[in-house]
């Protein structure tokens, strides 16, 4: 990883891994509302709450099958490949790393020249 991350050419694959955090982060969120929907119907008091948290709990089951569809499709996501996912998963472990040793607030951020400035 090149450490001069402020330069735009330093951002090659950036949006792909982006696409897969946001991913992996909205396919958690979903398993959590499925959980969530889950819990309120067994204390749910009347018959009109539990019809609609069951439908509730049926559209999020939905969201979280499309999501690791989506996942699986792009290669994202490996849930029947343990060998490949753990691959990914070291190799997202090592670029948390080498993000988390970036100076995040070098001394000097100026970049003029870099970009097209009107008052340089």
């Known amino acids: 990883m090149i450490n001069d991350y402020l330069e735009v050419r330093n951002a090659e694959g950036m949006p792909k891994m982006v ?15 499925v959980r ?12 009109e709450v539990r019809v609609a948290l ?11 099958e499309e999501l690791t569809a989506l996942m699986i499709r792009k290669g994202w996501f490996h849930p029947v490949d343990l ?6 998963d070291m190799e997202s472990s090592r670029n948390a790393v080498q993000i988390a040793s970036l100076n995040l607030f070098p001394g000097d951020t100026s970049r003029l020249g870099d970009f097209a400035t009107p008052y340089v």
């Open 83 to 88: 060998e490949k996912q753990f691959q990914m």
């Open 19 to 33: 696409d897969e955090t946001m991913a992996l982060a909205f396919l958690l969120n979903a398993k959590n509302g």
């Open 54 to 64: 069951n439908a509730q709990l049926n559209d999020a089951i939905n969201l979280h």
């Open 36 to 47: 969530n929907y889950a819990i309120a119907l067994t204390e749910a008091a009347t018959p």
